[in-house]
């Protein structure tokens, strides 16, 4: 499976493209180094939840629109050990 900031990346890429921004255009609405969205573009930088609603913000769209397709391996759950016992919540 390809990795979750290739991903993330190629979608923010695409949405960029699709609303017509450069690169240049979304760095300067986003408060951000040209370099840092060519490294995110590319998956080479995982961006922090405040740093996708701020390019959300940059394209005019939604920050769930940003993570829309990705595909994430489920993790296998933990094995528990006999002799503890379950939290309330779990």
Do not use: H, W
């Amino acid at each position: 499976m390809e990795d979750i900031r290739v991903q993330f990346g190629t979608l923010l890429k695409k949405l960029r493209k699709a609303n017509g921004v450069t690169q240049e255009e979304l760095a300067f609405r986003a408060e951000l180094d040209v370099s840092y969205l060519s490294n995110l573009e590319n998956g080479r930088s995982s961006p922090s939840l405040a740093m996708i609603v701020d390019l959300a913000c940059g394209l005019g769209v939604q920050p769930f629109e940003l993570l829309v397709g990705m595909v994430v391996d489920q993790k296998p759950e933990r094995e528990r050990r006999p002799d503890r016992k379950r939290r309330k919540d779990e």
